[in-house]
């Protein structure tokens, strides 16, 4: 149900944030049941639409996922953004999971919803592994630092250091056509990633990517300063940590980004 405003359509990896928040509901509350009743209807609509989406490379022998646009919204229909593969990779494995679960603790009403869905567990679990195990992810050579998508090092290696105050917010002062083949970043997009599944990252792989992003990051989204906060706090920088929690709780007081007028962010 995405609108055509500027380029809000192609942001897909909404859908894999939905299948996460189904996640974090489960893990927080431990309602399985809920899975049952709703939970793997969605999350199996969700993973066809992924499996549907992706495409083989030949050229590099793993499944890419092209014309999206990330999380940063200063970008557009850029190949494999890094968040979005990841995303979609991790529902896929955790749809098969959650299938399974179901498949061996409510095994009744499993075979029911699989009529239902006209699902086949085995059938969709070989092609979906065999999606997740093999996406393609963009990275910088001999560095912890995931792109953020193809060609990202392409831009000019300058960063929001050497922004003048009075050319910001960016949006409200550039023409789109230079926000999108500049370097500057709205809001959180690997770290927002990293920040979802941390479990599954390094002390130094945080680091690597925080100190990479950050300093290229304007933060002109209420989404950004927050993540962002977390994520300083883990590796210890806790003057950075604060000052992002003050954007975070001041952002529509202080006004940072000249939008108050068009309304708060609740």
Not at 104 to 111: L, M, T, W
Not at 239 to 255: F, G, N, Q, V
């Amino acid at each position: 149900c995405h609108n055509e405003w500027e380029i809000t359509f192609e942001e897909i990896h909404r859908n894999g944030a939905i299948a996460f928040a189904i996640y974090n509901y489960i893990r927080y509350t431990g309602d399985a049941q809920y899975l049952n009743d709703y939970g793997l209807e969605v999350l199996v609509a969700i993973a066809r639409f992924w499996a549907q989406r992706v495409n083989w490379s030949n050229d590099k022998s793993q499944y890419v996922m092209l014309g999206v646009t990330g999380p940063n919204e200063y970008e557009n229909n850029v190949n494999n953004n890094w968040y979005s593969n990841y995303l979609a990779a991790w529902c896929l494995r955790y749809t098969l999971e959650v299938a399974e679960f179901l498949q061996a603790n409510h095994s009744n009403e499993f075979v029911t919803l699989c009529g239902k869905l006209n699902f086949d567990l085995t059938e969709s679990k070989d092609k979906w592994m065999h999606i997740s195990v093999n996406m393609h992810y963009p990275k910088m050579e001999n560095s912890d630092v995931y792109l953020q998508q193809e060609g990202y090092l392409d831009k000019e290696n300058i960063t929001c250091a050497d922004l003048p105050l009075s050319e910001r917010p960016l949006n409200q002062k550039w023409s789109w056509d230079r926000i999108l083949r500049s370097p500057f970043i709205k809001q959180a997009d690997v770290l927002q990633g990293i920040y979802f599944f941390e479990d599954q990252f390094s002390q130094d792989e945080l680091k690597a990517n925080f100190d990479f992003y950050e300093p290229r990051t304007v933060h002109e989204s209420s989404l950004s300063p927050c993540v962002h906060s977390i994520l300083a706090s883990r590796i210890g920088k806790p003057e950075k940590a604060y000052d992002m929690y003050l954007r975070t709780s001041r952002l529509d007081l202080d006004d940072y980004n000249n939008e108050v007028r068009e309304g708060l962010h609740i």
